[in-house]
């Protein structure tokens, strides 16, 4: 079975600019700005929303411990804010198969 190919930076880039009458360099542009918006909203509210795709969240995680997969010995695992990925219930209606 043929393993299917992920869209890439460029052809991200070659599709708008195509769809929207754009250089490559604009839609580069668009993307970087994106993202410089995304980082923004994170750093000042903790949340930054795509309608319809995904909402991205700080999130806060507690120490705790574990333990270390190859010699089973617990070891602490520090406390570290991460982002998440929420992905909107629209576009897992349309992607994921209903049951």
Partial sequence: MAEARRMG???LFAYF????EWKRAQAREF???LNTLAEKELK???EFTI???VKLVVQKRKARMGRNPATGEPIKIP?????KA????QMKD??????
């Fill in 17 to 20: 600019a195509d769809k929207f």
């Fill in 94 to 99: 349309a992607v994921l198969p209903r049951r």
């Fill in 31 to 33: 993307f970087d700005e």
């Fill in 51 to 53: 309608p319809g795709m």
């Fill in 9 to 11: 930076k460029s052809e």
């Fill in 44 to 46: 000042r509210s903790g």
């Fill in 79 to 83: 406390a570290k804010t991460v982002v």
């Fill in 86 to 89: 929420r992905i909107a219930k």
